[in-house]
């Protein structure tokens, strides 16, 4: 039986881990693209700055705005991550501009924070990491199979 087929049971699932990841890079990427062509430019207010402790993911820096929609009462509010300079320098309070769908006010994201670029960071650390790790288990198993 081959090392390869041993350890079957930690490939799938890291396959499968990764092919999600890319799922939902594409995603928000596709949000994204659609807030840039479509979406309507609106003045926003922030509520909240969190810095949010992640298990073996260090810190993560969340704004909470809300906006009302041109021509409706209703607001609405969304949390969204953010690079740590957008989190200290926005507090509550402050005026922030922020994209909506149209036809779907629930999705918005802060217009100035550049939420594509930030999301692409975040994946590609994910993607590194994940190479990294499965560089080191090939090396793992490479090295099992000589002693």
Partial sequence: MSAI????????????????????????????RKLRKTG???????IDNEEIWVP???????ITYEFRPEYSDTAFRRMQVVPYESYYLLKGYDRVK??????????????????ENYALLQVTGLIIGFVLGLIGFIILLLLTQRA
């Fill in 98 to 115: 922020v994209r909506y769908l149209p036809d779907n006010p629930k999705v918005s994201r802060l217009a100035e924070v550049h939420p």
């Fill in 40 to 46: 309507i430019l609106t003045d926003a207010k922030v």
């Fill in 5 to 32: 087929a041993q350890y079957q049971c930690i490939i799938i699932p890291l396959a499968i881990w990764l092919a999600l990841i890319i799922f939902v890079v594409v995603r928000e990427y596709g949000v994204v």
């Fill in 56 to 62: 073996r993911g260090g810190a993560q820096y969340t």
